[in-house]
Structure formats: structure tokens, C-alpha cells
């Protein structure tokens, strides 16, 4: 079955701190992985995607890791914001849709809190 | 630009009762989503459109309907609402076949089912 697994569920911490989440999955076929930010009460919005050859991508402060082999990834958040709360979601791309299109297997998603 | 549009943002429906949830995107994206988000799970596409005229069914297609007469819209019918559909339902569009196209999100769409 494919599943898409995060964790910690949840994590809190102090502003300027770093973090690390984490996204194992098993989804097969593979084409890309993806990760989101899910501000409260907004759609998600990605920050990276990243296909089976590249092992790192970055988009400011998140830096995403992935390791096909494992099938695990990682995103990295660099001196943290009041405004990186959010959840975090990791999002794997497999076979393709009748008709075109990706299907897309998401987690639950990391509920991340930065406070003062 | 508006991005991906949906109404209403929140809306309260009695067991039987039919509604359509409306998405519009104004990017001139040929594949369109509707996904459903219940707390503590994962995002389940529901039905997705490939262009004008064509839908398909997603993993959780029962009791919705959907149609694309043009490229801008893709509403959500529900004929007769039950409690198992009280959700956070999201529209999203994406602009191609290519493996990774980015999907731009609508800001959800909260329906209670009483």
C-alpha cells in the first residue's frame, strides 16, 4: 500500500532555532516528492520538489534532503520565524493519472509551532 | 492574479440537502483537483479534470459529482450531504503532464454536515 509517513506529528520551538522533519514513504512507482506549507485555514503551498536523481534542494531557508534509496526525506528549517508555523506537509508523486496528471499520496503533515 | 478561487469558505448543510462548492483558477491550467481533508489524515483527491469536458474519478469519488465546461471551472456537486462528508475540501490546478508540475491550492472550502 502507499503510504506517506511523517513525523514528529508535532514540534515546537523557540524562534531563531533549527529543525528537522521528517517523511518516509513507499510509494512505487516513484517520480518526485514534494513538500508543503499548510498555513492555518489556507491551502497548501509547495516549497520544493525534488525527482529520484537530486538528493538536495533548497528554497531559502527550508533545505529538503532525499534519499531514493531509503525512500526517506528531510526538510530543514534555518533560523526559524514566528512565521514558519504551519504544517508541514511531504507529498509523493507516483504512477500517472487516466489521462495525464500525477497521483499524489500526501502525509499527514508536521504541526510546527515557533515561539518567543 | 486570483490564483485558484473556491466559495463559499464555510457552510453548514442539514443531512439531504445538495450543494455545489465552486472553484475557478484564472492561470489557464489545464488539470484541475478537488481534494478533501479530514483531521489527522492525509488529502484524498476526490476528482480531477485533465481539460474542458473530461473528469475522472479520484480515491474517494462517492457521493460527488463533478464537471469542466470550460478550463476556468470546476465545481463540486454534492446531491445528498451526510455527516461522513463534513470536511475541508480544497480545489488546485496544475498547468501540465510534466511529473513535476506544481499544483497551486484554493484556500478550502469547510463544510459541516448536521
Not at chain 1, 532555532?17 to 497548501?44: A, E
Not at chain 2, 456537486?77 to 496544475?94: D, H, I
Request: a positive charge.
Amino acid at each position: 500500500k502507499n503510504q506517506v509517513e511523517q513525523s514528529p506529528q508535532s514540534l515546537i520551538i523557540l524562534e531563531g532555532k533549527n529543525c528537522t522533519l521528517q517523511c518516509n514513504y513507499t510509494v512505487s512507482p516513484f517520480s518526485n516528492l514534494r513538500w508543503y506549507k499548510q498555513d492555518t485555514g489556507r491551502g497548501p503551498v509547495s516549497l520544493t520538489i525534488m525527482t529520484f536523481s537530486e538528493n538536495t534542494k533548497s528554497n531559502g531557508r527550508y533545505t529538503a534532503t532525499l534519499d531514493a534509496d531509503t525512500k526517506q526525506s528531510s526538510l530543514h528549517i534555518t533560523a526559524s520565524q514566528l512565521s514558519d508555523s504551519a504544517s508541514y506537509i511531504c507529498v509523493v508523486s507516483g504512477f500517472i493519472l487516466t489521462g495525464g496528471g500525477n497521483k499524489l499520496t500526501f502525509g499527514t503533515g508536521t504541526q510546527l509551532k515557533v515561539e518567543l | 492574479n486570483a490564483g485558484v478561487t473556491q466559495t463559499p469558505k464555510f457552510r453548514i448543510l442539514k443531512i439531504g440537502q445538495s450543494m455545489t462548492l465552486q472553484c475557478a483558477q484564472d492561470m489557464n491550467h489545464n488539470y484541475m483537483y478537488w481534494y478533501r481533508q479530514d483531521p489527522g489524515m492525509g488529502l484524498k483527491l476526490i476528482y480531477y479534470s485533465v481539460g474542458a469536458g473530461i473528469t475522472d474519478k479520484g480515491e474517494v469519488p462517492n457521493g460527488y459529482n463533478v464537471s469542466r465546461s470550460t478550463t476556468e471551472d470546476f465545481p463540486l456537486r454534492l446531491e445528498l450531504a451526510a455527516p461522513s462528508q463534513t470536511s475541508v475540501y480544497f480545489c488546485a490546478s496544475s498547468d501540465g503532464r510534466s511529473g513535476a508540475n506544481v499544483l497551486t491550492f484554493g484556500a478550502g472550502s469547510r463544510l459541516t454536515v448536521l
